[in-house]
C-alpha cells in the first residue's frame, strides 16, 4: 500500500515525500526532525498506534496537519480520531482522488471526512453523544495477565515478544489469545487491537520493543516551478 500512495502523490505532482516512518514512535520523532507541511498515518501501527502517535505530535505541535488511513471507521475509532484534532480520516479503500482531495482541504487549513464518516459524525452530533462507548463491563471479565497480553498484543507485539516480556511460554500466550477472543467475542488480533484502543488500554507514550513494515508519509506540497513528474527521496 506504501507504494501506491506515493506513486498516487509522485503522479499528481502536487506533493513530495519528505520523509517515511515504520512505527508510531518512528512518526514522532520523524515529524518532530522533518516539520512537513501534513502528515499522512496509518492507526495499525507498532509501538504506539496512530491515533496515539496523532495525539503526541498535536500535543507538541498543535498546528500540525494529520490525515488518518484506516481499515476501521467504527464510531470510537473516528471519534478518538476527532477529539484528538486530526483534520481528515479516510478508509484506505477510498480512491487516490478522495486522498488528494483530502491533502489539498488540509493544507489549506480545512477538514476532511468521507461521506460514511460525516455519517457517523453527524449522528453522533444529533443524539448528543460524544462520548467514547464504555466496555467497562468487558475489561472487568479479564484476569490480570489477560489486560497484561491484551495491551501487549494490541500495541503490535507478535506472540513471541509478548511471551519474553511477561516470561510466559509461547503456548501460554496463544492460549490465552484464544481465551481473549472468546470473551469479547472478537474474531482476531487487529479486532483485539481495536477494542484496546477502544478502552484506552493502549495509550501509552513510550512503549519499547519491534519494528515492523508499516510506514507513516510526510508530503509537502510541491513548489509551482517544480517539473511535474519527480522520484520522491
Known amino acids: 500500500m506504501r507504494d501506491g500512495i ?3 502523490l509522485e503522479q499528481s505532482g502536487e506533493f513530495e515525500v519528505v520523509g517515511e516512518a515504520e512505527t508510531g514512535v518512528d512518526a514522532v520523532t520523524t515529524y518532530c526532525r522533518v516539520n512537513p507541511d501534513v502528515l499522512l498515518m496509518e492507526i495499525a501501527l507498532p509501538q504506539m498506534n496512530g491515533i496515539d502517535a496523532a495525539r503526541e505530535i498535536l500535543g507538541r505541535s498543535p498546528d500540525a ?3 488518518i488511513l484506516s481499515i476501521n471507521d467504527d464510531e470510537n475509532t473516528v471519534l478518538a480520531a476527532f477529539r484528538c484534532g486530526v483534520r481528515a480520516f479516510l478508509r484506505k479503500e477510498e480512491s487516490a482522488t478522495d486522498l488528494l482531495e483530502a491533502l489539498r482541504a ?3 487549513g480545512g477538514l ?3 461521506a460514511r464518516i460525516s455519517d ?3 449522528i453522533r452530533l444529533q443524539r448528543g453523544d460524544f462520548s467514547l ?3 467497562a463491563a468487558s475489561l472487568r471479565q479479564l484476569s490480570r495477565r489477560e489486560l497484561q497480553i ?3 498484543l494490541a500495541k503490535g507485539h507478535s506472540t513471541r515478544e509478548v511471551a519474553a516480556a511477561l516470561e510466559l511460554e509461547v503456548a501460554a500466550v496463544r492460549t490465552c489469545r484464544r481465551i481473549l477472543m472468546k470473551k469479547l467475542k472478537l474474531g482476531n488480533v487487529a479486532d483485539l487491537a481495536r477494542f484496546a484502543f477502544a478502552t484506552g488500554l493502549t495509550t501509552v507514550r513510550l512503549p519499547e520493543i519491534y519494528s515492523n513494515s508499516h510506514r507513516d508519509d510526510f508530503v509537502k506540497p510541491m513548489p509551482a516551478a517544480t517539473p511535474r513528474r519527480f522520484s520522491p527521496p
Open 6 to 8: 506515493r506513486a498516487i
Open 65 to 67: 496537519k494529520v490525515v
Open 106 to 108: 488540509v493544507c489549506k
Open 112 to 114: 476532511y471526512w468521507s
Open 120 to 122: 457517523l459524525l453527524l
Open 133 to 135: 462507548k464504555d466496555n
Open 150 to 152: 491484551l495491551r501487549l
